[in-house]
């Protein structure tokens, strides 16, 4: 039951808030304006203008002809004679129109609604100058600015001492370590130094005036810098380009040149020392020779050495390797050549990396 007259109660609330919203919102902004005009004036329409208030349309225009006439600034040399003509004006403003003068009998019965919204206030204020809105809100938001920077400092200092009580009370567990550790009042004199105060100099207008300071003086300067990095990177990245198609045009043009055909390596025989005579082939590859029916053929001595020649004394020297008794005569009588010239070609390739 309680529940119910809660959920209840919450429903009446929000139908009262809702009515007095679209009260409060279906006034107009001319509406406004006579609630401005009914404030400044104080005195009933009708008793300035010197009519009843059951006048007519044609009657309240003739009382606004003949008051104009006289309250006119070009004949009236008042000092208030401008405040009076446009308080005329606007009292006929309101007059003429139908539905404003039952909205104007509804405040000489009812009164000036009591709601006061951001809106009707700034309407109070509204003829302020420009200056004079900037200096205020300048003065406003400096004093929330300068609140929120203190309260910001006071959050980041309880923190702080938070984390330094709990890291004393660890660290600070017998009587020898509180007496030759850090006190907390050091500790936090010490937090007090490294964090900074809010300052008035970091107020909005304080802010504003190095900006504008920093916008004569330094940002020039600094447009040209800015300027200038932009153009020498563009320069270092055309120079990067242009150096990669030159590489680009370059292997291409490599890529479409004839192939020159490989040259053959050839060895020259060396010549054989002074006084060095030539081993005469072993009897016993002659008798092999003979008996395989393979008709021999004449050694070559001093003939140049062809790839041939070369890959079939590598075959060779790898299927007669070293140890086995006749290894040079077996080879040298394969390639009809003599056994120095043989063993002096085979260190030279070996030299050569081809063994």
């Given at each position: 039951?309680q529940r119910?007259?809660?959920?209840?109660g919450?429903?009446l609330?929000?139908?009262v808030?809702?009515n007095?919203?679209g009260?409060?919102w279906s006034?107009?902004?001319?509406?406004?304006?006579?609630?401005d005009?009914?404030e400044?004036?104080g005195?009933?329409?009708?008793?300035?203008?010197?009519?009843?208030q059951e006048?007519?349309?044609?009657?309240?225009?003739?009382a606004?002809?003949?008051l104009?006439?006289?309250?006119?600034?070009?004949?009236?040399?008042e000092e208030?004679?401008?405040?009076?003509f446009r308080?005329?004006v606007g009292?006929?403003?309101?007059?003429k129109d139908?539905?404003?003068r039952?909205?104007?009998?509804t405040v000489?019965?009812?009164g000036l609604p009591n709601?006061r919204?951001?809106i009707y206030?700034?309407?109070?204020?509204?003829?302020?100058a420009l200056?004079?809105?900037v200096?205020?809100?300048l003065l406003?938001?400096?004093?929330g600015q300068?609140?929120a920077?203190w309260?910001?400092?006071w959050?980041?200092r309880i923190s702080?001492k938070e984390?330094?009580e709990?890291e004393?009370?660890?660290?600070?567990r017998?009587r020898?370590?509180?007496k030759?550790?850090m006190?907390q009042?050091?500790a936090?004199?010490k937090?007090d130094?490294?964090?900074?105060r809010p300052?008035?100099?970091?107020l909005a207008?304080?802010?504003?005036?190095?900006?504008?300071?920093?916008m004569?003086?330094?940002?020039?300067?600094d447009v040209?810098?800015l300027v200038?990095q932009?153009?020498?990177?563009?320069a270092?990245?055309k120079?990067?380009?242009?150096k990669a198609?030159e590489?680009?045009?370059?292997e291409?043009?490599?890529?479409e040149e004839?192939?020159k055909?490989?040259?053959?390596?050839?060895?020259?025989?060396p010549?054989k020392?002074?006084?060095?005579?030539?081993?005469?082939q072993?009897s016993w590859?002659a008798?092999q020779?003979e008996?395989?029916?393979i008709?021999t053929?004449p050694?070559?001595s001093?003939?140049l050495w062809?790839?041939d020649?070369i890959n079939?004394l590598v075959?060779?020297c790898?299927k007669?390797?070293?140890?086995?008794?006749?290894?040079?005569?077996?080879?040298?009588?394969?390639?009809?050549?003599?056994v120095?010239e043989v063993?002096?070609?085979?260190k030279?390739?070996?030299?050569l990396?081809?063994?």
């Amino acid at each position: 039951m309680q529940r119910k007259m809660s959920q209840l109660g919450t429903l009446l609330s929000l139908l009262v808030l809702v009515n007095v919203i679209g009260y409060v919102w279906s006034w107009e902004n001319s509406e406004y304006e006579m609630f401005d005009l009914v404030e400044e004036i104080g005195q009933n329409f009708y008793e300035v203008l010197g009519i009843p208030q059951e006048a007519s349309s044609k009657e309240i225009k003739q009382a606004y002809r003949r008051l104009s006439v006289k309250l006119h600034p070009d004949k009236n040399k008042e000092e208030d004679a401008e405040l009076k003509f446009r308080q005329l004006v606007g009292i006929y403003e309101v007059l003429k129109d139908n539905e404003m003068r039952e909205a104007y009998h509804t405040v000489l019965r009812d009164g000036l609604p009591n709601w006061r919204q951001p809106i009707y206030y700034y309407r109070r204020y509204r003829k302020l100058a420009l200056w004079q809105v900037v200096i205020i809100v300048l003065l406003i938001f400096s004093v929330g600015q300068y609140l929120a920077e203190w309260a910001s400092y006071w959050e980041k200092r309880i923190s702080i001492k938070e984390r330094v009580e709990a890291e004393l009370r660890r660290t600070q567990r017998t009587r020898k370590a509180q007496k030759d550790g850090m006190t907390q009042d050091e500790a936090m004199a010490k937090v007090d130094k490294m964090l900074a105060r809010p300052s008035l100099w970091n107020l909005a207008p304080f802010q504003i005036c190095r900006f504008c300071k920093y916008m004569v003086i330094q940002f020039p300067f600094d447009v040209i810098q800015l300027v200038r990095q932009y153009r020498e990177t563009k320069a270092a990245e055309k120079a990067e380009l242009l150096k990669a198609f030159e590489e680009a045009e370059q292997e291409r043009l490599q890529a479409e040149e004839p192939k020159k055909p490989r040259k053959r390596k050839t060895f020259a025989v060396p010549e054989k020392p002074e006084g060095e005579v030539e081993s005469p082939q072993p009897s016993w590859v002659a008798e092999q020779v003979e008996s395989s029916g393979i008709p021999t053929k004449p050694i070559v001595s001093g003939g140049l050495w062809t790839d041939d020649d070369i890959n079939e004394l590598v075959k060779l020297c790898s299927k007669f390797p070293g140890g086995i008794p006749g290894r040079w005569e077996n080879i040298a009588s394969f390639l009809n050549r003599p056994v120095p010239e043989v063993t002096l070609m085979a260190k030279t390739v070996k030299i050569l990396n081809y063994l």
